[in-house]
């Protein structure tokens, strides 16, 4: 979330920023569980462990996607080779 506070000339922004800590949720601090399903289980993991996890699951869906993708590739390869071989054929 975004919010934008326009001073007026002459306006103590150090005073203002102070008033909106005080008197608002801008400065709170709150608590979670990271929780999360490791090897089928499930842990309470720390804030560097779940961005390793997550990053390493990351990987493993762009390579998945990235051989699925090759080997509809491929696929498509053999049948333009196929129409290949009918064009030389045709047109000799």
């Not at 005080?22 to 601090?29: L, N, R």
């Not at 462990?49 to 998945?64: A, S, T």
């Not at 491929?74 to 049948?79: L, S, T």
Request: glycine share 6%; proline share 1%.
């Amino acid at each position: 979330m975004r919010i934008v506070i326009e001073l007026k000339r002459g306006e103590e922004s150090q005073f203002i920023l102070n008033n909106l800590y005080k008197f608002t949720q801008m400065q709170e601090s709150f608590h979670m569980i990271l929780l999360s399903i490791v090897g089928g289980q499930p842990r309470e993991l720390g804030l560097i462990q779940m961005i390793k996890l997550f990053i390493e699951h990351r990987v493993e869906v762009v390579r998945r996607r990235t051989m699925f993708e090759l080997r509809k590739a491929e696929e498509r390869e053999h049948i333009l080779v196929g129409y290949q071989v009918a064009w030389t054929i045709w047109t000799a």
